[in-house]
């Protein structure tokens, strides 16, 4: 089972390196983030031609999350319902192949003096009472998405610059370390320990890709039950270096039978 996440940055501008991607990689799950599309603009017909299943909600501009599922999922349900902010444009989850998978667009924070930096650190408790509520560590569960934090110093060109950064500050790495602590393991590192592997590159950056020059804010993350089965974890620069590319890229696991 292959399970891959990538943030668009608008899916109708990135649509031929999506298509091409989902033909070259043919992902059992892929999540979306960032779809920056109202309903009714949701390249849906495409994808579903390319032979895929897919759900989404989002909004004009702004935030937008989808599932890409080569089986029909099952149970799907947008957003919190914890009487808080739904965020229903920044959280979809869903059932396949009787794995549980929730893909998160988690808040970027803005600046850690700004109301939305809380709204991020509030966003991780929200999300660690959901699973605690609603999943075990002991089930095959996947949290996948543009999680906004660098944990390590690996994970960020130049870290000793970053502290201030709301995608890199100690309270947001403490809260998505607390979210982790529900039992999963980050994919990547289980298969690349110690390496400089970026998944963001941000526009402004001249040759960011040819000087290394990134962020990796974009997550697999497994329970046990599926973690030990996990084979690979790769992030694909390839579609970071086409033209008019998403300043995100894709990144797969995959997963034994």
Known sequence: MKIATFNANSIRSRLPILLQWLEDHQPDVLGIQETKAQDAD????????????????????????????????????????????????????AVVDGVAVVNTYVPQGRAIDHVMYKYKLQWYARLKKLFEAEYAPDMPLAWIGDINIAVEPIDVNKPETRKDDPCYHIDAHNAFLDVCSFGFEDMLRKHHPGE??????????????????????????????????????????????????????????????
């Open 42 to 93: 949701f390249p849906k017909d495409a994808i579903e031609a390319a032979g895929y299943h897919v759900v989404f909600k989002g909004e004009k501009s702004y935030n937008g999350v989808a599932l890409i599922c080569k089986s029909e999922p099952q149970d799907v349900k947008f957003g919190f319902s914890d009487g808080g902010p739904a965020d229903e444009t920044r959280l979809v989850r």
């Open 196 to 257: 400089e592997l970026y998944s963001f590159f941000d526009y402004r950056a001249k040759n960011a890709i040819e000087r290394n020059l990134g962020w990796r804010i974009d997550y697999v993350l497994a329970t046990e039950p599926l973690a030990s089965k996990c084979i690979s974890c790769e992030i694909d620069l390839e579609p970071r270096k086409k033209e008019k590319p998403s300043d995100h890229t894709f990144m797969v696991a995959e997963f034994k039978a």
